[in-house]
């Protein structure tokens, strides 16, 4: 899977480097502002473009600016974005586009590197990869809304989903049975008008119509 990274810091974008190279990604490029980046996803059309939020020259939101960029130019490229706090509105703003081929972290994340690896795979492979600290937040955006209609055990089982787990590994997570998670997640998608259809991913059509709904 090739990849290019977006990383300002000299230490960080080398050690990412390294990182993936040592899990068998090719990494094309490793650039330190949004500007390199745009040009380098241009050139090289990556599988993945992993992002830091903040870049040169505001150290504010350049990063993510791009990525909401590349997305609308290359949908086939996913891109994960890296950072070390939770903005919602961020979270929210790369949905918009969908919720394929997408992923935010946070910085913490990439020290274990096999998590860290599977969620590039992930995202490069079209699906999505959100750290737990933001879907949590995103999901607490609706907890007071009074149409609410899920149960806070099928919220927590929408949360993992929006995480990219599987039904086993939410069955390992929430420590109930694996059939247990398939029966809410039926729940969920009745309750979400979700009715199966194989052009679309119920699960990832989930998350968005919740969070957006």
């Given at each position: 899977?090739?990849?290019?990274?977006a990383?300002?810091?000299?230490?960080?974008?080398?050690?990412l480097?390294?990182l993936?190279?040592?899990?068998s990604?090719?990494?094309?490029a490793?650039?330190?502002?949004?500007?390199?980046?745009?040009?380098?996803?241009?050139?090289?059309?990556?599988?993945?473009?992993?992002?830091?939020?903040?870049m040169?020259p505001?150290h504010?939101?350049?990063?993510?600016?791009?990525?909401?960029?590349?997305r609308?130019?290359?949908p086939?490229?996913?891109?994960?974005?890296?950072?070390?706090?939770?903005?919602?509105?961020?979270a929210a703003?790369l949905?918009?586009?969908?919720?394929?081929?997408?992923?935010?972290?946070?910085?913490?994340?990439?020290?274990?590197?096999?998590?860290?690896?599977?969620?590039?795979?992930?995202?490069?492979e079209?699906?999505?990869?959100?750290?737990p600290?933001?879907?949590?937040?995103?999901?607490?955006?609706r907890?007071?809304?009074?149409?609410?209609?899920?149960?806070?055990?099928?919220?927590?089982?929408?949360?993992?989903?929006?995480?990219?787990?599987t039904?086993?590994?939410?069955?390992?997570?929430l420590?109930i049975?694996?059939?247990?998670?398939?029966?809410?997640?039926?729940?969920?998608?009745?309750?979400?008008d979700?009715?199966a259809?194989?052009?679309?991913?119920?699960?990832?059509?989930?998350?968005?119509?919740?969070?957006?709904?």
């Amino acid at each position: 899977m090739r990849v290019v990274i977006a990383e300002d810091s000299t230490l960080l974008r080398e050690g990412l480097t390294l990182l993936l190279a040592e899990a068998s990604f090719e990494v094309v490029a490793a650039v330190e502002d949004a500007v390199a980046l745009v040009e380098s996803v241009d050139r090289h059309r990556p599988d993945v473009a992993i992002v830091d939020i903040r870049m040169p020259p505001t150290h504010t939101d350049e990063g993510l600016r791009a990525a909401v960029a590349l997305r609308r130019k290359y949908p086939s490229t996913g891109v994960l974005v890296l950072s070390q706090y939770v903005r919602v509105s961020y979270a929210a703003e790369l949905l918009d586009a969908g919720a394929d081929g997408v992923g935010y972290l946070l910085k913490d994340r990439v020290s274990d590197l096999a998590e860290f690896a599977a969620a590039i795979r992930r995202v490069g492979e079209g699906g999505s990869a959100f750290d737990p600290a933001v879907v949590s937040q995103l999901l607490g955006r609706r907890r007071g809304d009074s149409d609410d209609r899920l149960t806070d055990r099928e919220r927590s089982v929408l949360a993992l989903m929006a995480e990219g787990r599987t039904n086993q590994a939410i069955a390992q997570r929430l420590f109930i049975a694996e059939r247990t998670v398939e029966k809410h997640c039926t729940g969920i998608f009745a309750k979400l008008d979700l009715s199966a259809s194989p052009h679309d991913h119920r699960r990832v059509l989930a998350v968005l119509r919740y969070l957006n709904g």
